[in-house]
């Protein structure tokens, strides 16, 4: 009997092709892949404490909005109002003539008179300590009303010029708070002027289209108006 040598029992061995061990491992692992939960993507929940976070920051911005809103106005900008009844009351509350009456110089006046209201030596005539401002006041009305034009003397120092008139620019509130305000400005102290002293002379002078010259003004100095009683 001969014996079997090692290569011929590898060579009667049963071959197996690659296809059919891949076969094999997937029918042997099927099982297992079974037992596993499909795969899911989108359905994890929302942790409870970022919940809580988000919802505390829209409490936050609304309450923010609520209380800091300025009316919803686009014209104000104030961080401090609360609601609109607020903004109703302080728009309901009348501005001081004083300080109105310091913006209408500011817009108006400033270039030639100047913030300190010494004017322009030989150019504009100052209103700090004037004659004409402190004097009587139905002559500055008609200075503003109507103009003025031509020599002048303040504090002893001659001008000749122009000076507008403002009575289609200005309402009478406008003029009166402008008015008062450089008669109580710079260390004047002169009475306040009424809206109604405006008015008066405005109607008075309705008729008159040209400008004032001094010697005019002095001429009417003697014409009522109404002043504030201090």
Request: net charge negative; aromatic share 8%.
């Amino acid at each position: 009997m001969n014996p079997v040598t090692s290569q011929q029992r590898a060579s009667e061995a049963p071959v197996h092709s690659d296809s059919e061990e891949r076969h094999n491992v997937q029918e042997l692992h099927a099982p297992i892949l079974r037992e596993q939960a499909e795969p899911r993507d989108g359905f994890e929940p929302i942790p409870s404490w970022l919940t809580l976070v988000f919802a505390a920051i829209v409490f936050w911005g609304g309450y923010y909005l609520a209380s800091y809103n300025g009316g919803f106005r686009s014209s104000v900008y104030d961080e401090q109002r609360i609601g609109a009844e607020t903004s109703a009351v302080e728009t309901a509350k009348p501005a001081d003539p004083l300080v109105l009456g310091k913006r209408l110089y500011t817009a108006n006046c400033v270039a030639c008179h100047q913030p300190g209201g010494l004017g322009v030596s030989g150019q504009f005539p100052p209103l700090a300590d004037s004659e004409w401002v402190i004097g009587e006041p139905a002559v500055l009305n008609r200075i503003l009303l109507q103009g003025l034009q031509g020599p002048l003397s303040v504090k002893g120092q001659s001008y000749n010029g122009n000076m507008p008139a403002f009575s289609a620019r200005l309402n009478d509130d406008q003029l009166a708070a402008v008015l008062s305000y450089i008669r109580q400005e710079w260390g004047n102290a002169a009475d306040p002027i009424l809206p109604s002293s405006v008015a008066d002379i405005r109607k008075a002078t309705s008729q008159r289209s040209t400008p004032w010259v001094a010697e005019e003004l002095k001429a009417s100095a003697s014409a009522p108006v109404a002043t504030e009683q201090p």
